[in-house]
T-cell receptor, first 114, second 111 residues
């Protein structure tokens, strides 16, 4: 158990509304990641963080922003949700000191945008 | 272009059968991870291999990293319904970039 929690676990929202998903880790690991998982596409990296206030884009970052003001929390924000952002979102952490190190995943958040 | 190709995409077998799934690339990886994901849950790490030619066993699961560190395989002996799930491989590259994930093999073991 890597001590990762995500909230909320399920959310239904309407197009155009802002949405923030939270990832929390119980230890002080440097690297945290946000993915989305969709049928036929697998896991796709949205953004990742390598420290407080240090973040970088992944392959599907458009329409998403992130913030990390504390080591233990990594927030993913959809400024204006669209139906194409309906997905399952996973947070992950790496216990190593490099972005390529093994990752451990949270339980996921199922987001539906109507 | 998918950096890591997994095959087959779907596999449905009877309990007790053996199976092998593959994770292939034209790129060299410094490490290769295998995960299993069950419905409604996040991926769970099964193994990490880091040395070319390395073989690791986890009960009925055998993982192999190719000699050239471009491919990997997962072999399951005497599959059980509890093995059902999505199997994902992920590779670590040189440089400080995040893991690359394959799209997965969805395995169904029928009792």
């Amino acid at each position: 158990d890597a001590g990762i929690t995500q909230s909320p676990r399920h959310k239904v929202t309407e197009t155009g509304t802002p949405v923030t998903l939270r990832c929390h880790q119980t230890e002080n690991h440097r690297y945290m990641y946000w993915y989305r998982q969709d049928p036929g596409h697998g896991l796709r990296l949205i953004h990742y963080s390598y420290g407080v206030k240090d973040t970088d884009k992944g392959e599907v970052s458009d329409g998403y922003s992130v913030s990390r003001s504390k080591t233990e929390d990594f927030l993913l924000t959809l400024e204006s949700a669209t139906s194409s952002q309906t997905s399952v979102y996973f947070c992950a952490i790496s216990t190593g000191e490099a972005a390529r190190d093994t990752q451990y995943f949270g339980p996921g958040t199922r987001l539906t945008v109507l | 272009t998918q950096l890591l190709e997994q095959s087959p995409q779907f596999l449905s077998i009877q309990e007790g059968e053996n199976l092998t799934v593959y994770c292939n690339s034209s790129s060299v990886f410094s490490s290769l991870q295998w995960y299993r994901q069950e419905p409604g849950e996040g991926p769970v790490l099964l193994v990490t291999v880091v040395t070319g030619g390395e073989v690791k066993k986890l009960k009925r699961l055998t993982f192999q990293f190719g000699d050239a560190r471009k491919d990997s395989s997962l072999h399951i002996t005497a599959a059980q319904p509890g093995d059902t799930g999505l199997y994902l491989c992920a590779g670590g590259r040189s440089g400080n970039t995040p893991l690359v994930f394959g799209k997965g093999t969805r395995l169904s073991v029928i009792a």
